[in-house]
C-alpha cells in the first residue's frame, strides 16, 4: 500500500467532518494494530499475485496457499481482465493529495470506470454507497482517465462474504470534488471547527484527550435515558 498523506481518502469520514480534527491530531500516529498489519500482508499478497498472473486463472497450488479472502479478491477482479487496468494506483484527489486505490479498471468503450477497494477487516461492514473514502479515490481515478462518463465504485471484503458496489456519474464527483477543495482549503487556513460524529470519531487519533467527542458522548448517553 502507498503512502498516506495527511489528508487521506481513508480518514477523509474524519476530516471532512471535523477540520478542526487535523490540526489537533498532528504528531499523534495512529497506533498500528495487528489487524491493520494483518491487512497490509493480504494487500500485498494480492499485489503480487496479480502482477504474476494478471487476472488469468491462478494456479491450483496459489489457491491453496493463498491468505484467506485473497484469492476470492482475485476471482473478483478477474471480471475485469478485458479492461485496461492498473494496481495499487497512486491517485491525487487536490493537489498533492491522494492515496492509493488498490484496483481501478477501464471500459474505454463504453466511458466506465471501475475503482475497486480491497477490505481485509472482519467486523466492520463497509458499504460502497455514500463512501466518501471511494469518491476520493474515484476523483483522482478520472485525473488518470479524464474521458470518463461514469464509475462505479466497488468494495470487497471477503472475510465478511461483502461484496458491494455503487454507480456515480462523473459529475456528482465533480459537485463533491468542489465540496472536498472546499474543505482542505478551510484546513490549510485554519478556518476550522470541531464537530463530533459517530463517523468522524470511530478512528480519531485525539479522542482521548478531545472534549467535544467527551461531550457527544455524554450527550448521547443523556439522551438515549430519555428515550
Ligand atoms: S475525537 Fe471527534 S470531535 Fe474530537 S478531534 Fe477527533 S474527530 Fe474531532
Redesign the pocket.
Known amino acids: 500500500m502507498g503512502k498516506h498523506s495527511k489528508l487521506s481518502p481513508s480518514s477523509s469520514d474524519?476530516w471532512l467532518?471535523?477540520t478542526?480534527?487535523v490540526e489537533?491530531?498532528k504528531g499523534i500516529s495512529s497506533r498500528s494494530s495487528s489487524y491493520a498489519n494483518e491487512g497490509t500482508d493480504a494487500h500485498r499478497e494480492a499485489e503480487q499475485l496479480l502482477s504474476t498472473y494478471k487476472l488469468e486463472n491462478l494456479p491450483e497450488e496459489e489457491v491453496e496457499k493463498g491468505k484467506e479472502g485473497v484469492v476470492e479478491y482475485y476471482k473478483f477482479l478477474q471480471a475485469f481482465k478485458n479492461l485496461e487496468y492498473k494496481i495499487e494506483s497512486r491517485v491525487t484527489y487536490y493537489k498533492d493529495q491522494g492515496g492509493t486505490a488498490d484496483f481501478i479498471a477501464y471500459d474505454r468503450k463504453n466511458g466506465h470506470l471501475h475503482v475497486v477497494d480491497f477490505k481485509y477487516g472482519q467486523f466492520i461492514k463497509v458499504d460502497a454507497v455514500d463512501n466518501n473514502q471511494m469518491r476520493l479515490y474515484s476523483s483522482g481515478a478520472l485525473e488518470i482517465y479524464p474521458d470518463a462518463r461514469c464509475i462505479t465504485v466497488h468494495v470487497v471484503q471477503p472475510r465478511m462474504s461483502n461484496i458491494n458496489g455503487w454507480t456515480i456519474s462523473r459529475e456528482e464527483i465533480e459537485v463533491f470534488r468542489q465540496h472536498v477543495i472546499r474543505k482542505v482549503t478551510e484546513i490549510e487556513t485554519g478556518v476550522v471547527e470541531?464537530?463530533?460524529?459517530d463517523k468522524?470519531?470511530m478512528f480519531?487519533p485525539?479522542?482521548h484527550k478531545?472534549t467535544?467527542?467527551r461531550e457527544?458522548t455524554k450527550r448521547k448517553l443523556i439522551s438515549s435515558f430519555n428515550d
Open positions: 474524519r467532518t471535523c478542526a480534527s489537533f491530531s470541531f464537530r463530533a460524529s468522524a470519531c480519531c485525539s479522542k478531545c467535544h467527542y457527544e
